[in-house]
Every structure is written in structure tokens, then in C-alpha cells.
């Protein structure tokens, strides 16, 4: 099982660009999450999904968007990147029903706008 | 809005002596409470899970407590090791499966 992996691992922008990012996770789980975290922060969450087909906004959505086509997939956007996006970004997943209710998360992405 | 805060940003210890973070929110009580450990460049992993009408929750060397009259989780390490080094995330249950997070305590512990 290789968890939750994250699609890239680093990247710069330019002021303007587009980019996707890419969560994938094997371990069957219903809920997926996109969270950004910066310093003295901590992890905002950003748009959250409770199945395939279906997503929601989350705490700071403005300016991403995201799409769940398929189960073991959770895609973020950004259209027109800005340097207030810059940070480091968690996918995260949850199986759904009463419990465990721990997230996996993957490794992160760090993203920089310049 | 649901609020969750851990007082220090910053805790440094001696190996061998017990590490104690604290985690505060405010309002109403959450369903439960998770601790995270986080190391450089990585993402959070899951430790404990601590219910509104539990009182402690012990996993080998970590305990937890959760007190509703307070409004405040503790989170110990017995015994720390430098290894146990890393920040730690306190997260509280909010609507529906959202988790808040805290701004997280970063540990150091001196050999």
C-alpha cells in the first residue's frame, strides 16, 4: 500500500499560471482532503470531498478548485496563481462511517508563486 | 466559529523528562479530540483519539487527557527521547468529517 501520494512534490509558478495537483489514495477511502499550511497558521482546509462526484468548500476556497471524477483521486487548481498561494499543500483521506477517524496524509506539496 | 489553540509554539526539554502540551478550544465540546505528530517535510500522522466521556487515553509512552470543564486537552510523552522531537497538531472534530486544526507546539528534546 503506498497511502496517500501527492503530484508534485515541488513547484514554482509565475504570477498568473495554472497548475493541478494531484492526490491519489489506495486504501479505499470515502473522504477526501485538501489542506494548505503555513507558518503559525497551522492546516486550513481548503475543499473536502465525502465520495466520488461529490465536493464542498472548506475553510479558505478562493481561488482553487477541485474535482473527484474518480474514487481514489482528489484534484486541486488553481487557475491564476497568486503569491498569497504559496505554501505547502496536504492531500488527506478518511474512511467513512463510525470510525477509525483518523486522516492519512500524504507528503505535501510545496508550492511557490512568484 | 469553533476556535482551537496550543499555547506554545515552542517547548524544549531534557531526555528523560515527561513533555506536556496543552490544547484549548472554545464553545461547544467536540465529539473528540486527535493528536498529530508532523516532522520537517513531512505530512501529519495520526497518534491518538480521545472521546468527549473519556477522561485519558494511553498508547505505549503517550497519554492523553481530555477535560470538558476546561475546555482543554493535555498531551504527555514519558520518558521523552530525542527521537520524539517534531511538532505535534492537536485537531478537534467540526462539522460533519472536517477536522480544525491547532497551529501545532514544536518539541525539542536535548539529549
Known amino acids: 500500500n503506498a497511502g496517500v501520494t501527492q503530484t508534485p512534490k515541488f513547484r514554482v509558478l509565475k504570477t498568473g499560471q495554472s497548475m493541478t495537483l494531484l492526490c491519489a489514495q489506495d486504501m479505499n477511502h470515502e473522504y477526501m482532503y485538501w489542506y494548505r499550511q503555513d507558518p503559525g497558521m497551522g492546516l486550513r482546509l481548503i475543499h473536502y470531498?465525502?465520495?466520488?462526484?461529490?465536493?464542498a468548500k472548506g475553510e479558505v476556497p478562493d481561488g482553487y478548485n477541485v474535482s473527484r471524477l474518480k474514487k481514489q483521486n482528489f484534484l486541486l487548481g488553481l487557475e491564476s496563481a497568486a503569491p498569497s498561494q504559496t505554501s505547502v499543500y496536504f492531500c488527506a483521506s478518511l474512511t467513512a462511517g463510525r470510525g477509525p477517524y483518523e486522516q492519512y496524509f500524504g507528503p505535501g506539496t510545496r508550492l511557490t508563486v512568484t | 466559529s469553533q476556535k482551537i489553540e496550543q499555547n506554545s509554539e515552542a517547548l524544549n526539554i531534557q531526555e528523560g523528562k515527561t513533555a506536556t502540551l496543552t490544547c484549548n478550544y472554545t464553545?461547544?465540546?467536540?465529539?473528540?479530540l486527535q493528536w498529530y505528530r508532523q516532522d520537517p517535510g513531512r505530512g501529519p500522522v495520526f497518534l491518538l483519539l480521545i472521546r468527549e466521556n473519556e477522561k485519558e487515553k494511553r498508547k505505549e509512552r503517550l497519554k492523553v487527557t481530555f477535560d470538558t470543564t476546561l475546555k482543554q486537552s493535555l498531551f504527555h510523552i514519558t520518558a521523552s527521547q530525542p527521537a520524539d522531537s517534531a511538532t505535534y497538531l492537536c485537531a478537534q472534530k467540526s462539522s460533519g468529517d472536517k477536522l480544525t486544526f491547532g497551529t501545532g507546539t514544536r518539541l525539542a528534546v536535548r539529549p
Open positions: 464553545n461547544y465540546s467536540p465529539a473528540y
Open positions: 470531498s465525502v465520495g466520488e462526484g461529490t465536493t
